[in-house]
């Protein structure tokens, strides 16, 4: 591939910049895998898998339910949906992490900061997506998914965290190398270290 000059002593081209930010377009993929798992799971499995959440609910019926059977069946109803949202979540999340993360390797910039915010940002959409499955695994033994979502927030509230203020971050980081190329022209400086 072509390089493509940025100052007078700096050149950058699209392997290196991919290569730079290769951790985070791994767990990108990973993210988009385990969300496609999740989906061919549904396909192969999902009897089996609302049969384990009834039983969790059911070891739990007289303890956590006190013998309400439509509080039981409320929850393994929701908790289902939960495993729905990690897969629509890891599916959407780790696209666009991918998108952004090669984004952003085109852009000048500090490639150390690139690859560090390249990893966040794809930790934050798998752990985001895991958070949910985990949840509605959770919930029929706790009672609802109310106290799953409360168990987990050490998980869900780092992940949307790193996913949302990274994708803030590379937005704005985005805005800003193309209005200062656009002013500056191609050949403008740019930090690669």
């Known amino acids: 591939m072509e390089a493509v000059e940025l100052s007078m002593n700096a050149k950058w081209d699209v392997k290196s910049g991919l290569a730079n930010v290769r951790w985070g377009i ?5 993210t988009i895998i385990f969300g496609q798992a999740l989906g061919v799971a549904f396909g192969v499995f ?52 991918l998108a952004l993360i090669t984004l952003v390797a085109l852009l000048p910039g500090q490639r150390r900061f690139q690859r560090e915010s390249a990893a966040a940002l794809s930790a934050g959409a798998l752990g985001y997506a895991v958070f949910w499955l985990m949840a509605g695994m959770r919930a029929p033994a706790l ?10 927030a050490w998980l869900a509230l780092p992940s949307v965290g790193l996913f949302v203020g990274t994708t803030l971050l590379f937005a704005a980081w985005t805005v800003v190398s193309l209005f200062s190329i656009a002013s500056h022209g191609p050949d403008a400086p740019s930090d690669q270290t």
Do not use: I, P
């Not at 791994?26 to 990973?30: F, G, H, K």
């Not at 039981?72 to 696209?95: C, E, I, N, P, Q």
């Not at 009672?143 to 987990?152: D, N, R, V, Y």
């Open 26 to 30: 791994l767990l990108a993929l990973l």
């Open 46 to 97: 999902e009897d089996a898998m609302k049969g384990y959440l009834k039983a969790e609910g059911e070891r739990a019926f007289e303890a956590v339910y006190a013998g309400n059977r439509g509080q039981l069946d409320a929850t393994v109803t929701k908790s289902w949906s939960y495993f729905k949202r990690a897969h629509l979540h890891a599916g959407g999340m780790g696209t666009t992490a």
């Open 143 to 152: 009672g609802g998914t109310a106290a799953a979502k409360e168990s987990l």
